[in-house]
T-cell receptor, first 115, second 111 residues
Framework: ETGVTQTPRHLVMGMTNKKSLKCEQHLGHNAMYWYKQSAKKPLELMFVYNFKEQTENNSVPSRFSPECPNSSHLFLHLHTLQPEDSALYLC??????????????FGSGTRLTVV | DAKTTQPPSMDCAEGRAANLPCNHSTISGNEYVYWYRQIHSQGPQYIIH???NNETNEMASLIITEDRKSSTLILPHATLRDTAVYYC????????????FGKGTMLLVSP
């Protein structure tokens, strides 16, 4: 247990479904991140929130919609996904996105399969 | 564009030291070197980071060359649980910056 909890651990969804991934941290961190890891590819940063404000969106398709209601919770809302969106989605947190002295703490990820 | 270069894979015998190299020849004076590892199907785990001095913690040691163009992560007594992908990352030391992962080195520790 790293202190960053992601639910669900596994998700299978159809291309017309709407689902949400949840991430929760109780580390007192103020920055939260979504990463995508496709098979045999490096982790790709998707979104960054710092003090609840979105500070980065790496050209992510609009079918992925993040939400950060407070510094402890981060959601990724999914709709009309494609099979190529199947991947491991990882959430991470850090003390402050602008503070280099702190590393990231990652959750265990949600394994998403789009059918 | 990759800022770091790592061998794709390495082997190590259990109980021996694992020395994982990383080249970062274009590193700037204000960039740190970070190391993370990812055990299969889990999220990455922070190991250690440094700017120019060698660093040691309970997990590993980080040796940075004097010109800062390369570094080595040392696991002094590798165990089977150290089998993972190890990522070497450079990151700007001030202001807003994020972690950008490359392909890393797959370390296989064998009995």
């Amino acid at each position: 247990e790293t202190g960053v909890t992601q639910t669900p651990r596994h998700l299978v969804m159809g291309m017309t479904n709407k689902k949400s991934l949840k991430c929760e941290q109780h580390l007192g961190h103020n920055a939260m991140y979504w990463y995508k890891q496709s098979a045999k590819k490096p982790l790709e940063l998707m979104f960054v929130y710092n003090f609840k404000e979105q500070t980065e969106n790496n050209s992510v398709p609009s079918r992925f919609s993040p939400e950060c209601p407070n510094s402890s919770h981060l959601f990724l809302h999914l709709h009309t996904l494609q099979p190529e969106d199947s991947a491991l989605y990882l959430c991470a947190s850090s003390q402050d996105a602008q503070d280099i002295n702190y590393g990231y703490t990652f959750g265990s990820g949600t394994r998403l399969t789009v059918v | 564009d990759a800022k770091t270069t790592q061998p794709p894979s390495m082997d190590c015998a259990e109980g021996r030291a694992a020395n994982l190299p990383c080249n970062h020849s274009t590193i700037s004076g204000n960039e740190y070197v970070y190391w993370y590892r990812q055990i299969h199907s889990q999220g990455p785990q922070y190991i250690i980071h440094g700017l120019k001095n060698n660093e040691t913690n309970e997990m590993a040691s980080l040796i940075i060359t004097e010109d800062r163009k390369s570094s080595t992560l040392i696991l002094p007594h590798a165990t089977l649980r150290d089998t993972a992908v190890y990522y070497c990352i450079v990151r700007v030391a001030s202001g807003y910056s994020t972690l950008t992962f490359g392909k890393g080195t797959m370390l296989l520790v064998s009995p």
